[in-house]
């Protein structure tokens, strides 16, 4: 539902309690790293492998404190050799390598001239050089077989007519009407090379040159995923009536015909259709589903269709897992999905619908990439002892090889053991979690304890370093150093544990995720590890939701701390840009359902709440908008429960610079400081204007 964030402006909102002034600046134990260098920490995101599979094009994301932004730059690993960066701008990313299929040139995204555009470099070495100049910017793009084109989105741009009427009557929007769409070009890579050098490429206008064709238009749909057929004449993608978030669940495939602009549908189940792929003797498109139904708790399954058209077929019914396909190749589909907290790779006969395992290891597989003919392989994986590193393997024997040595980063940092833990909650479910000890754990003496609660509430916490998850707002290294224990709970409806279990918080939502939250606790207190008296808990998004249920409807901790969360679904439900979200977990609208709408809120319990709460909300958030922060804020305040809440200026569900993360950091620290270790601790910034 809900996501993860210079100092731009921080506004802090008058808390009922106040960090004293005269407080040190103490931050966290010697030998612990600072807030700082785990948000430094820089990290792998996407992977591409060459054609030939020698060598891997992978991006790397850092904090450019500077400039108060993450920054990202294509680097370029070979077999045996130390990578190196291949992009350098300081001043825009480059993102979304793709190898040309005789691997001379990698084209990338990158925002250079304030939109986002099609750049080449040579593999060789070189300059990089601009393929598109289109005043909407590129959304993403995709080689042709022969290397001869590009396929690309695009937003329509606004129209003359709007531009008009912005000038004279100023800007505006009509709710749910001024939705953007994005739509199918093809470039002439030789044309646009050949105009990279001088002249601009103003695509999207109507004096466009033939090195950049449109191939789908109108404003009945805005496309999204696409792949090209093996001989390149057709493309097949996915497309949604607008780009509202909710439209997801009409989403349908089409084809179009390259030469022609021909398109015929091809896929038009009710529910989300997206993301195809053709088959290795283009003959066959498989695509996600959901089954001809949409919710959001549902998994994602695989099907197939004739590419010429007729009926889908369901292929991974039989699996009780989320899966995503990664490739078609002559040996089979391969896709990936989380099985009891693995990131499993699988390869499935489309034909039978055999399912054998591919690989367990290394323990969470990432964004992968294959060669065309299937023979390597490239992806990105964490470990528990190892942050995200870059691996090529040969498909066959799987045996990876590790490019890169990201983890070198925390090298002397002291490092906790992570373990699966067990419990069952009240109704008897069956719940498991992460737990996270400290580098000098003492198994004979209990430790105060930090339940950090994931979103989602499809999401999943796993094994991994701390630090893995920790370029975020808690400071969970510290507190390990500080003695304490990390819980992470995979309550009712997290992913990688069979359909039913993601079902079982619909009708249900706080309430069940309450009971295998707090069922986990006690088995931690139970089993000698937790402090009972030294305990707090804290989320984002739907983790927020969680911690703001706990704060009014049980006294067990002595901070909490709401990042983003719900505190009333109507609220919720009348503000936020997924209303479908709370259509899904609830069966209806709050004037169709207001017994469970107040069930399943934390506001409703208000009275009862006690425990020192600290609420992080985005000034915009979309998603969960500051209403529900606001109401909770007030009903902490006049029950006189100490609370304090803190809102960033960005206009997305996550905080989204390093400043302000950083700052977010400190307000946790010195939350948690007062409350469960009873220390008085001075930020390094003053409080209040």
Do not use: C
Request: aromatic share 10%; net charge negative.
């Amino acid at each position: 539902m809900l996501a993860r964030l210079t100092v731009a402006t921080v506004t802090l909102i008058a808390a009922t309690v106040v960090v004293p002034a005269r407080a040190a600046h103490a931050q966290h134990v010697v030998g612990a790293p600072s807030f700082k260098d785990v948000l430094s920490l820089r990290s792998v995101g996407d992977v591409a492998i060459s054609p030939d599979g020698s060598a891997v094009a992978y991006t790397v994301s850092g904090a450019d404190w500077a400039e108060n932004k993450y920054h990202t730059e294509i680097w370029l690993a070979h077999r045996g050799a130390k990578p190196f960066q291949l992009t350098r701008n300081g001043k825009a990313s480059s993102s979304n390598p793709a190898w040309s299929p005789d691997g001379t040139w990698i084209a990338f995204l990158s925002s250079r001239d304030d939109h986002s555009q099609i750049w080449a470099i040579r593999t060789d070495g070189g300059e990089a050089r601009p393929l598109t100049d289109v005043s909407s910017g590129v959304d993403g793009f995709a080689w042709s077989p022969d290397g001869k084109s590009i396929a690309l989105t695009m937003p329509d741009s606004e129209s003359t007519a709007l531009q008009h009427r912005d000038k004279e009557w100023g800007t505006w929007r009509v709710e749910s009407e001024n939705a953007p769409r994005s739509h199918l070009w093809v470039l002439d890579v030789a044309g646009a090379l050949a105009t990279a050098n001088g002249a601009k490429l103003p695509g999207d206008s109507a004096a466009a040159p033939a090195a950049l064709r449109r191939l789908t238009r109108g404003d009945d749909y805005t496309v999204g995923s696409f792949h090209w057929s093996p001989d390149g004449s057709a493309i097949a993608f996915d497309h949604q009536p607008n780009k509202r978030v909710p439209m997801f669940t009409h989403a349908d495939i089409s084809v179009v015909d390259v030469a022609t602009d021909a398109i015929r549908p091809l896929v038009t189940w009710p529910g989300a259709d997206h993301d195809p792929i053709w088959s290795p003797d283009g003959k066959w498109i498989a695509f996600s589903t959901q089954d001809k139904d949409s919710a959001y708790y549902q998994t994602d399954e695989i099907a197939k269709v004739p590419a010429t058209g007729g009926e889908p077929v369901l292929l991974t019914g039989a699996y009780d897992y989320n899966a995503d396909a990664v490739a078609w190749l002559t040996s089979g589909l391969v896709f990936q999905g989380w099985h009891d907290g693995q990131r499993m790779l699988y390869r499935m006969d489309p034909d039978s619908r055999q399912i054998t395992v591919i690989a367990a290891g290394p323990e969470q597989i990432g964004p992968m990439d294959y060669t065309r003919d299937g023979r390597f392989a490239a992806f990105a994986a964490a470990t528990p002892t190892q942050l995200g590193e870059v691996y090529l393997t040969s498909a066959e024997p799987w045996h990876p090889e590790r490019l890169t040595d990201m983890t070198a980063q925390v090298a002397g940092w002291p490092i906790g053991a992570e373990r699966w833990v067990h419990w069952k909650s009240k109704d008897g479910t069956a719940v498991s979690g992460v737990l996270i000890t400290p580098a000098h754990y003492d198994s004979t003496r209990r430790h105060p304890l930090i339940v950090e609660i994931h979103g989602g509430p499809t999401g999943i916490d796993v094994p991994t370093l701390p630090e893995q998850f920790e370029t975020y707002v808690y400071p969970l290294s510290q507190w390990l150093a500080k003695g304490a224990v990390i819980f992470r709970p995979n309550y009712r409806g997290s992913m990688g544990y069979g359909q039913a279990f993601e079902k079982l918080n619909v009708d249900n939502l706080g309430v069940g995720d309450a009971w295998d939250v707090m069922s986990g606790v006690q088995a931690l207190i139970d089993r000698g590890i937790a402090a009972p008296d030294s305990m707090a808990a804290m989320g984002w998004s739907e983790g927020g939701y969680i911690s703001a249920f706990l704060t009014t409807t049980t006294t067990k901790f002595k901070a909490i701390s709401v990042g983003a969360g719900i505190s009333d679904w109507m609220t919720y439900y009348v503000n936020t840009d997924v209303h479908p979200f709370t259509l899904s977990y609830l069966g209806g609208t709050p004037w169709d359902q207001p017994k469970l709408y107040a069930k399943t809120s934390p506001i409703t319990y208000i009275k009862q709440a006690k425990t020192p709460t600290l609420i992080q909300h985005d000034t915009r958030d979309p998603r969960v908008p500051p209403p529900d922060a606001f109401e909770l804020y007030q009903g902490l305040q006049d029950q006189g429960v100490p609370t304090k809440l803190i809102l960033y200026d960005a206009s997305t569900h996550g905080i989204p610079t390093p400043k302000q993360r950083l700052a977010a950091m400190w307000h946790n620290w010195t939350w948690m400081a007062k409350y469960v270790w009873g220390e008085t601790v001075q930020p390094p910034f003053p409080e209040h204007p």
